[in-house]
């Protein structure tokens, strides 16, 4: 496992734009992990929101975001981000990353039992 720490949530009205950013501590190995992004609103199961192989070539969207988030990885810097545009009060949740190193598959990193390692999240709210 992997330890993760997101950064970057807070308030922001809707149409606004934020950067999430996932830290991991791994070490050599970051470059070795698929890394994921989910969602939990209040009163709601955790949903998929992204994800991204090691080499950052393959990502994966949920259709709720599509076309306004962007996932991107930095391995230099152990780092995975998140781009959150156009916001809607919708998108108000606490944000997680996550990482494993199963390899990529279309369909695996859309389920949040595919990852190991979580962090504690980081909340984002959209106000109307």
């Known amino acids: 496992q992997v330890q993760l720490v997101e950064s970057g949530g807070g308030l922001v009205q809707a149409g606004g734009s934020l950067r999430l950013s996932c830290a991991a501590a791994s070490g050599r190995t970051f470059s070795r992990y698929t890394m994921g992004w989910f969602r939990q609103a209040p009163g709601k199961e955790r949903e998929f929101v992204a994800a991204i192989s090691w080499s950052g070539i393959r990502k994966s969207y949920a259709d709720s975001v599509k076309g306004r988030v962007t996932i991107s990885r930095d391995n230099a810097k152990n780092t995975v981000y998140l781009q959150l545009n156009s916001l809607k009060p919708e998108d108000t949740a606490v944000y997680y990353c996550?990482?494993?190193?199963?390899?990529?598959?279309?369909?695996?990193?859309?389920?949040?039992?595919?990852?190991?390692?979580w962090g504690q999240g980081t909340q984002v709210t959209v106000s109307s």
């Open positions: 996550a990482a494993d190193l199963s390899g990529w598959s279309d369909d695996g990193p859309k389920r949040d039992n595919f990852f190991s390692s």
